[in-house]
């Protein structure tokens, strides 16, 4: 008796998770949300990038748009997921080695300093939009007026294809 009541209450539950996934919207439960926006100052002379030129820019391989314009080079602080995002397909690096990265960086001279951390979105954005020259990113749903987005590969965040997600 006491197995069939367990049954019937697994039976419950698992009918009530399996509404609940019903109701959510398709781009929840793929995953598919949460794109990471790209943001430049409003003057920067770049619209579209290609996921390489990303990669250099955010290296520091890039250090400058034009010959005297310098890339103002902003990254979210740990544990922002948009961060998470960003080391996964920008960097290819875990959090360690993201910061010896910079540290052996600074050390053989091949940049000033590491990216200038910022600790929300509305800091990204108000840095972006500024200081000429800065580029940082933050969760497309929370792009702020000011900045300018980037497309990356020709995509912007939402098309399919985009390769920050």
């Known amino acids: 008796m006491k197995q069939t009541n367990m049954?019937?209450?697994?039976?419950?539950?698992?009918?009530?998770?399996?509404?609940?996934?019903?109701?959510m919207p398709l781009a929840a439960q793929t995953g598919a949300f949460g794109d990471v926006a790209i943001v430049v100052h409003a003057s920067t002379p770049v619209s579209n990038l290609t996921l390489a030129d990303v990669r250099k820019i955010f290296r520091g391989e890039k250090q400058y748009w034009s010959s005297?314009?310098?890339?103002?080079?902003?990254?979210?602080?740990?544990?922002a997921r948009e961060r998470d995002v960003v080391l996964k397909?920008?960097?290819?690096?875990t959090e360690a080695q993201f910061?010896?990265?910079w540290v052996a960086k600074i050390f053989r001279a091949e940049s000033v300093?590491?990216?200038?951390?910022?600790?929300?979105?509305?800091?990204?954005n108000q840095l972006v939009a500024t200081l000429p020259?800065?580029?940082?990113?933050?969760?497309?749903?929370?792009v702020g007026s000011g900045v300018k987005v980037v497309r990356v590969d020709g995509k912007l965040p939402g098309e399919a294809g985009y390769p920050l997600r």
């Open 99 to 101: 910061r010896q990265y």
């Open 7 to 23: 049954k019937r209450l697994f039976l419950i539950m698992l009918g009530g998770v399996l509404a609940t996934l019903l109701q």
């Open 133 to 142: 020259g800065a580029i940082s990113f933050v969760d497309a749903k929370q």
């Open 89 to 93: 397909v920008i960097y290819q690096m």
């Open 113 to 124: 300093s590491a990216p200038k951390l910022v600790y929300s979105p509305d800091m990204a």
């Open 68 to 79: 005297d314009l310098p890339v103002v080079l902003l990254v979210r602080a740990p544990v």
